[in-house]
T-cell receptor, first 114, second 111 residues
Framework: EPEVTQTPSHQVTQMGQEVILRCVPI?????FYWYRQILGQKVEFLVS????????KSEIFDDQFSVERPDGSNFTLKIRSTKLEDSAMYFCASSGWTGLSEQYFGPGTRLTVT | DAKTTQPPSMDCAEGRAANLPCNHSTISGNEYVYWYRQIHSQGPQYIIHGLKNNETNEMASLIITEDRKSSTLILPHATLRDTAVYYC????????????FGQGTRLTINP
């Protein structure tokens, strides 16, 4: 069964450093998403991406964040200058032919900023 | 903010049906009801969705009231592996979906 994969599973970085979180969505999907979950809190939407552009972004997704689909398979989330409060689990998701389709989530990347 | 209300926790005996309620009294005509679950700290997992008719798949059944203001997710024969946080989410039909997760219901299946 196709699945969304994410790398790395755990990333430790120092405050102020740039990080890139990588995702490989399901191959024929058209819609891509990033969510995050701070430990013990709700899953929060960050950004949706369709047709090579951002469809919607949340207040969390400020100019320190960016997304890219550099090739036909990868979808990345970059945080330019990490803060302590960026420590969270980051989930990538993808959905199929329409925005109505269910989203399939990856296993997540745990980002720890020290 | 989430537009749904769910009980924070529920217990169910293994092998019994688990019935998880959700209130979405402000749902609009172009919004579907989706259910996802999160097992421990894994990525959320899609379960089922519906508009106004009852739906069933291999995982669960979804019962939506006629006025669409509430719904119930039914896991017909709960197993220990169904222990998870269950989220009821309303989402518009059009465009890329932004899933707004609430606190969900923490369902514990007891042996």
């Amino acid at each position: 069964e196709p699945e969304v994969t994410q790398t790395p599973s755990h990333q430790v970085t120092q405050m102020g450093q740039e990080v890139i979180l990588r995702c490989v969505p399901i191959s024929n999907h058209l819609y891509f998403y990033w969510y995050r979950q701070i430990l013990g809190q709700k899953v929060e939407f960050l950004v949706s991406f369709y047709n090579n552009e951002i469809s919607e972004k949340s207040e969390i997704f400020d100019d320190q964040f960016s997304v890219e689909r550099p090739d036909g398979s990868n979808f990345t989330l970059k945080i330019r200058s990490t803060k302590l409060e960026d420590s969270a689990m980051y989930f990538c998701a993808s959905s199929g032919w329409t925005g109505l389709s269910e989203q399939y989530f990856g296993p997540g990347t745990r980002l720890t900023v020290t | 903010d989430a537009k749904t209300t769910q009980p924070p926790s529920m217990d169910c005996a293994e092998g019994r049906a688990a019935n998880l309620p959700c209130n979405h009294s402000t749902i609009s005509g172009n919004e579907y009801v989706y259910w996802y679950r999160q097992i421990h700290s894994q990525g959320p997992q899609y379960i089922i969705h519906g508009l106004k008719n009852n739906e069933t798949n291999e995982m669960a059944s979804l019962i939506i009231t006629e006025d669409r203001k509430s719904s119930t997710l039914i896991l017909p024969h709960a197993t220990l592996r169904d222990t998870a946080v269950y989220y009821c989410i309303v989402c518009p039909v059009e465009g890329a979906q932004k899933l707004v997760f609430g606190q969900g219901t923490r369902l514990t299946i007891n042996p």
